[in-house]
């Protein structure tokens, strides 16, 4: 793996709390987790993202932290964090974990002082206005769940800033202290032996929010100085943030415009996300064409994130109504299945009706697409979703690892469980679990061990530059090229159902002894590539050349 470890990472995000019970209480914990590494690192995974890990009262799942240097009792304590990481790092995994610092919970104890007195040393920590704002129904980040940005409080007396909800008071990232605590905070986990932070809604984190005015100022400068500051604390330490905005101004969360990587490192790929969700909705490649020929010019060292399914739902606000429509019609049509008008609240398995080959084109897909991938936990087994639950909970359900009861995640009684596990029809635990998975060699498990094995073979997909092959194609095929120091992939991959023969004839002069690493079936030599036959859904992942000095 290079320099840069994160362009070449496989990237697994898992909420702790629902994955592997130690103690039988119900909830997931550090330990348990420790007990899954051997799993993980079977898997192929290289990098452990972990939601929200803090002490919270946990009214939007941990995002509203109570306590940034600790851990949730729940989980364990920071021993067993710091033996998680010891015994992940045994393994080559590095762990990251979430930096939620553009919000406190309302019960954090700088807030309540905050409140307390104007003459609070944490009062200006937060935002706050004496009249109120008219704004104050603007901006909303959950519509339908939240109904104003501005709340009064009786106490304090003055209305506080909330982009989300009214219980995550906002802080004032223009305080310096501010600032230094944010820091100070992430000093803290470094040394503990993280390999960094994914930061949570970067755009608001650097808002420089003024009352009155919904379109306030963002604050770049800030993370020029955190890249610096967590730069200087552990050389390879990452930055991984959540900036869902237009493609136009991505460039300036990378760098300050001087062709220098000096902020981000790495950026989900939100604007693909939707174009993906979009060409497997209508079977046809052409945005992803145009996402692959739209996406920004980006500085040394900077990389996109790649994702299918993650830990919030499926976000189509970048998509026109009648692109957000055909996805929604396809994917999501019942209204319990979305989420706050724009997005999908279910995961990749039942969205393609459990249907194993749609299932593989999709990862096989994004996987071999720019940038680093990011899978869900259980994804790898094809999990499906509750929707009978909450919102956002219902992907959030307990990891099925067996046949036991609770799937093998607790001893726990059922009612006890953090959550239910998922126990009925096509994917209750009884029939998708890992358990059976991993006695069976054709399983999905098996199938996301062999693909992950060849991604790590071909770092020319993270590292290198990705294009489209821009020859005639039959409908619904997407045919594109990774380039790198190691050499050159081609991929095949056949969004429609019916089989089809692409001729890459064209490339035959760069080829090398081409011949297929991965395929939905055998397709026989690879030949001259004049007449490569193609499955319907089906995929060929193609070593064209490779590097003799590599």
Known sequence: MGDRWYSEAVVYCLDVDTYADSD????????????????????????????????????????????????????????????????????GIRVIIDLVVNHTSD????????????????????????????????????????????????????????RFYKFQPDLNIENPKVREEIKKITSFWLQLGVSGFRMDAVPFIIEQTEPGNPNAP???????????HVQWRRGDAVLLAEANVEPD????????????????????DFMLNGRLMLALAREDPEAIIDALRDTPK???????????????????????????????AKFGPDENMQLYGRGIRRRLAPMLG???????????????LRGTPVLRYGEEIGMGENLALDG?????????????????????????????????????????????QRADSTSLLAWFERMIRTLREAPEIGSGSTTHIDVPMPAGVLAHRADGPTGTMVFLHNLGTEDVEVDLSTLAAE????????????????????????????????????????
């Open 24 to 91: 039988g209480d119900g909830v997931g914990d550090f330990r348990g987790l420790i007990g899954r590494l051997d799993y993980l690192a079977r898997l192929g995974v290289t990098c452990l993202w972990l939601n929200p890990i803090h002490p919270s009262p946990n009214q939007d799942d941990g995002y509203d932290a109570t306590d940034f240097y600790n851990v949730d009792p729940r989980l364990g304590t920071l021993g067993d964090f710091a033996e998680l990481l010891h015994q992940a790092q045994n393994r």
């Open 107 to 162: 019960q954090h104890p700088w807030f309540q002082s905050a409140r307390s007195s104007p003459d609070s040393p944490y009062r200006d920590w937060y935002v706050w206005a004496d009249h109120e704002p008219a704004d104050r129904h603007q901006g909303m980040v959950f519509p339908g769940e939240q109904h104003e940005t501005w709340s009064y409080d009786r106490t304090a007396k003055a209305w506080y800033y909330h």
């Open 218 to 228: 963002k604050d770049f400068d800030f993370l020029t100085d955190l890249r610096q």
């Open 249 to 268: 101004q991505l460039p300036v969360y990378f760098g300050d415009g001087s062709g220098s990587g000096n902020r981000i490192h790495m950026l989900f």
């Open 298 to 328: 980006l500085p040394t060292g900077g990389q996109w994130a790649t994702f299918l399914r993650n830990h919030d739902e499926i976000d189509l606000s970048r998509l026109t109504a009648d692109q957000r429509n055909d996805v929604l």
């Open 354 to 368: 459990n249907d194993r080959r749609h299932i593989e084109l999709a990862y096989a897909l994004q996987f071999s």
């Open 392 to 436: 956002r909970d219902a992907i959030r359900t307990p990891m099925q690892w067996s046949y036991k009861e609770n799937g093998g995640f607790s001893t726990a009684d059922p009612e006890k469980l953090i959550r239910p596990v998922i126990d009925k029809g096509d994917f209750g635990y009884q029939k998708v679990n890992v358990t059976a």
């Open 511 to 550: 080829a090398d002894l081409p011949i297929d690493v991965l395929t939905d079936r055998g397709y026989g030599d690879v030949g001259k590539l004049d007449s490569l036959k193609l499955g319907g859904h089906g995929y060929r992942w193609i070593r064209l050349c490779r590097s003799t000095t590599y």
